[in-house]
């Protein structure tokens, strides 16, 4: 599965930007997707995911700012980010939870990420 993300730039505080996220390759299912961001000297941290199903879980320093949405059939992955912070700034990578056609498992996939840099 190949994930990639495309919408990142370089933006002033309170501006908004839109990420963007293609699955392709040979899956027969996506259970999920989502977006995970690494900050300068920072881990990987969790930002937002969306089930199959439509259920969205965000995390709560971009809960009310960011909205996370997908469109299945075409296997694509959004991340709408407004009122954005200079500590938004982050390379922002997009993950998918699919399983191989003729596997029994699902596995994650990650993307090469993005950056967004937001400046002040």
């Known amino acids: 599965v190949q994930l990639q993300a495309s919408g990142g730039g370089l933006v002033q505080a309170g501006g908004s930007l839109k990420l963007s996220c293609a699955a392709s390759?040979?899956?027969?299912?996506?259970?999920?997707m989502g977006w995970y961001r690494q900050a300068p000297g920072k881990q990987r941290e969790w930002v937002a995911d969306?089930?199959?199903?439509?259920?969205?879980n965000y995390a709560d320093s971009v809960k009310g700012r960011f909205t996370i949405a997908s469109d299945n059939a075409k296997a694509t992955v959004y991340l709408q980010m407004n009122s954005l912070k200079p500590e938004d700034t982050a390379v922002y990578y997009c993950?998918?939870?699919?399983?191989?056609?003729?596997?029994?498992?699902?596995?994650?996939?990650w993307g090469r990420g993005t950056l967004v840099t937001v400046s002040s």
């Open positions: 969306i089930a199959s199903g439509g259920s969205v």
């Open positions: 993950n998918a939870r699919a399983r191989l056609i003729g596997s029994g498992t699902d596995n994650d996939y």
């Open positions: 390759g040979r899956f027969s299912r996506i259970s999920g």
